[in-house]
């Protein structure tokens, strides 16, 4: 009591002194090691998705703020944590109580993907529609010995106006879809219907098969179209299969245009902006048979459009920085969108003169595009990761505006990982102008460039090649037609049997809808993922497994 009687005497003599701030200290409540196992794993590639057109902003305890890309996660919560769990016990590994987990899940990174509200009931239905049969009917049935004509891909994808594209079936067709003879019954009901119909005007009835005709057409060209799309991305799949250690696939796709960006921007300013064009490289190489590497290569046009001719420039460009970052590789696969810049002869013709003329020991073998409208890859992931760095690089007090900063903004502290950008300028007046035309190009998707020309191979089971100088782009080309069958071994299906069979429970499935690959491992899923390679059940949907297992315990 006497200590507080002389503070209080203290205080009213020489006033009360300041309080002191002592440092806020916080408990760690959670191991370093074990807070980094369960960042990596759901930071792995199989969970998270990025988005390239937004960001989210993440505030720490400090009141810090850090931008980052917008990423959303595909599977529930408890899913997550369920996997986590298997995950940890499969390796022994200690890990944090549910609830821990759970909390942890609410302050990360990736926020959980939800449905969006308000759409129109039969535009959401019907897009949901295009997904399932695009996702799961069409990829889940197509094989090339199939006895249902709607699921030979020898018959569909036969040309019947082209006689080097057309093969015969080396079996019958003697069974029949339900779901895809809807479509046939459907058109022939409602014919039946309105012909049922008395007393109706002609310019009526002209009118209704005018618009009942052009509907059949456009739903039997939208089939056709989803058939090539799933058939047409099977190449992709089938690339990274067997990618050899001198091989590499590379990704290509340019990027929305970059508009210049001020640290402080007036509002006179914000308009009338001309954006910059920047194209975007993935190159993808296998190691052994499980790991494959990704390297970015990102080329900012300084000067030029983007047309085959600055395509031709970067592809050269890539091809010297191959051959100095990665000399093992010596064969390369281009991938890219069926866009016009592209998809043309001028570049074809390049690439085979590039292949036959050019100072690098790095050839093209092959170029595969995908179906209209479904270009779609792994360049978009890049591309937002890219942007989020030129953001940052932004609210540090730096002017984007031109080509010059954007190099300087991506090699910032480091540049992103993975990422090489370098600037290219195109001369226009340099392109050649040529008139060459291949007959019904924009239906070949797949190039094989050979020592004698150019081998287009439309699908797998047809082959038809091009012998002709096209490195010369004369004015017209000479095309000799030969019609060589090529038998093609079908898909690996291997582990089918083993996950048709076997107890799934503690196992890491594939989060694509109805696919049904499941592994015992991580990094078998990510490979699996990364490569697309998915398997849908042709037996029976998941409503009859669960009536199956529903008979079996009431029998019990």
């Given at each position: 009591?006497?200590k507080?009687d002389a503070?209080?005497k203290?205080?009213?003599?020489?006033?009360p002194?300041q309080?002191?701030n002592?440092?806020?200290?916080?408990r760690?409540l959670?191991?370093?090691?074990?807070?980094?196992h369960?960042v990596?794993f759901?930071s792995?590639p199989?969970?998270?998705?990025?988005?390239?057109?937004?960001?989210?902003t993440?505030q720490?305890s400090?009141v810090l703020?850090?931008?980052?890309?917008k990423?959303?996660?595909?599977?529930k919560?408890s899913?997550l944590i369920?996997?986590?769990?298997?995950?940890?016990?499969?390796?022994?590994?200690?890990k944090?109580?549910?609830s821990?987990?759970?909390?942890?899940?609410?302050?990360?990174?990736?926020?959980?993907k939800?449905n969006h509200?308000?759409?129109?009931?039969?535009t959401?239905?019907?897009?949901?529609?295009v997904?399932?049969i695009?996702?799961f009917?069409?990829?889940?049935?197509?094989?090339y010995e199939s006895?249902?004509?709607?699921?030979?891909?020898?018959h569909?994808?036969?040309d019947?106006?082209?006689?080097n594209?057309?093969?015969n079936?080396n079996?019958?067709?003697?069974d029949?879809?339900n779901?895809c003879?809807?479509?046939?019954?459907?058109?022939?009901?409602?014919?039946t219907t309105?012909?049922s119909?008395?007393?109706l005007?002609?310019?009526?009835?002209?009118?209704?098969?005018?618009?009942?005709?052009?509907a059949k057409d456009?739903i039997?060209?939208?089939k056709?179209?989803?058939?090539r799309?799933v058939?047409?991305?099977r190449?992709?799949?089938?690339?990274?299969?067997?990618?050899?250690?001198?091989?590499?696939?590379?990704?290509?796709?340019?990027?929305?245009k970059?508009l210049?960006i001020?640290?402080r921007?007036?509002?006179?300013?914000?308009?009338g902006?001309?954006?910059?064009?920047?194209h975007?490289?993935?190159?993808?190489m296998?190691?052994?048979?499980?790991?494959l590497?990704?390297?970015?290569?990102?080329h900012?046009l300084?000067?030029?459009?983007?047309?085959w001719f600055?395509?031709?420039?970067?592809?050269?460009d890539?091809?010297?920085?191959?051959?100095?970052?990665?000399?093992?590789i010596?064969?390369?696969?281009?991938?890219s969108d069926n866009?016009?810049?592209?998809?043309?002869?001028?570049?074809?013709?390049y690439?085979h003169?590039l292949?036959?003329h050019?100072?690098?020991?790095?050839?093209i073998?092959?170029?595969k595009?995908?179906?209209?409208?479904?270009?779609k890859?792994i360049?978009?992931?890049k591309?937002?990761?890219?942007?989020m760095?030129?953001?940052r690089?932004?609210?540090?007090?730096h002017?984007v505006?031109?080509p010059?900063?954007?190099?300087?903004?991506?090699?910032l502290?480091?540049?992103?990982k993975?990422?090489?950008?370098?600037?290219?300028?195109?001369?226009?007046?340099?392109?050649?102008k040529t008139?060459?035309k291949?007959p019904?190009?924009s239906?070949?998707n797949?190039?094989e460039?050979?020592?004698?020309g150019?081998?287009?191979?439309?699908f797998p089971?047809f082959?038809?090649?091009?012998y002709?100088k096209?490195?010369?782009?004369?004015?017209?080309?000479?095309?000799?037609?030969n019609n060589n069958?090529?038998?093609?071994?079908?898909e690996?299906?291997?582990?089918i049997?083993?996950?048709?069979?076997?107890d799934?429970?503690?196992?890491?499935a594939?989060?694509?809808?109805?696919c049904?690959?499941?592994?015992?491992?991580?990094r078998?899923?990510?490979?699996h993922?990364?490569s697309?390679?998915?398997?849908?059940?042709k037996?029976?949907?998941?409503?009859?497994?669960?009536k199956r297992?529903?008979?079996k315990?009431?029998?019990?």
């Open positions: 009591m006497s507080i503070a209080r203290h205080a009213n003599l020489e006033k002194g309080m002191l002592t440092p806020r200290i916080y760690m959670f191991s370093q090691p074990q807070l980094m369960f990596e759901i792995s199989i969970y998270p998705q990025a988005v390239g057109y937004r960001s989210k993440l720490l400090s703020e850090m931008t980052i890309p990423v959303v996660r595909n599977i919560t899913r369920k996997c986590y769990t298997a995950y940890s016990k499969d390796q022994s590994y200690e944090f109580s549910r821990t987990l759970f909390k942890m899940l609410n302050c990360s990174v990736a926020s959980l939800k509200h308000g759409l129109d009931n039969i959401a239905d019907g897009m949901k529609a997904e399932n695009t996702d009917e069409m990829k889940g049935h197509l094989s006895t249902c004509i709607d699921h030979c891909a020898v569909s994808l036969s019947a106006s082209s006689v594209f057309r093969a079936c079996h019958e067709h003697t029949g879809c779901n003879c809807l479509v046939n019954n459907f058109f022939d009901q409602i014919e309105f012909k119909l008395l007393s005007p002609t310019d009526v009835i002209d009118e209704f098969d005018h618009d009942s005709n052009r456009q039997l060209s939208w056709a179209h989803c058939f799309t058939h047409q991305d190449a992709k799949t089938e690339v990274l299969r067997n990618l050899q250690d001198n091989q590499a696939l590379v990704v290509m796709d340019w990027a929305m970059l210049p001020k640290h921007e007036a509002q006179s300013d914000f308009f902006k001309k954006g910059i064009s920047w975007i490289l993935s190159l993808i296998s190691w052994d048979s499980s790991d590497d990704v390297y970015t290569f990102v900012i300084e000067l030029g459009n983007q047309g600055s395509v031709a420039h970067i592809i050269t890539l091809l010297l920085q191959i051959f100095i970052t990665q000399p093992n010596s064969e390369l696969i281009l991938k866009a016009g810049c592209y998809h043309c002869v001028p570049l074809i013709s690439i003169n292949n036959l050019g100072n690098i020991d790095i050839k073998s092959q170029y595009f995908s179906e209209a409208q479904s270009g890859d360049c978009d992931a591309t937002a990761h890219c942007k760095h030129i953001l690089y932004t609210g540090e007090g002017d505006l031109t010059e900063d954007m190099i300087a903004a991506l090699n502290n480091g540049g992103v993975g990422v090489f950008a370098s600037g290219i300028a195109v001369d226009q007046k340099y392109e050649i008139k060459a291949i019904n190009i239906s070949m797949n190039f460039f050979q020592a004698y150019v081998m287009v191979v439309p089971e082959v038809e090649e091009y002709g096209l490195a010369a782009l004369k004015e017209s080309v000479d095309m000799n037609e069958h090529d038998s093609n071994d079908t690996n299906m291997l582990e049997n083993e996950l048709e069979n076997g799934c429970d503690g196992l890491f594939c989060p694509e809808q109805s049904v690959k499941v592994y015992t491992h991580p078998f899923l990510e490979a993922i990364y697309g390679n998915h398997v849908y059940s037996n029976e949907n998941s409503y009859d497994k669960v297992f529903g008979l315990s009431v029998q019990q």
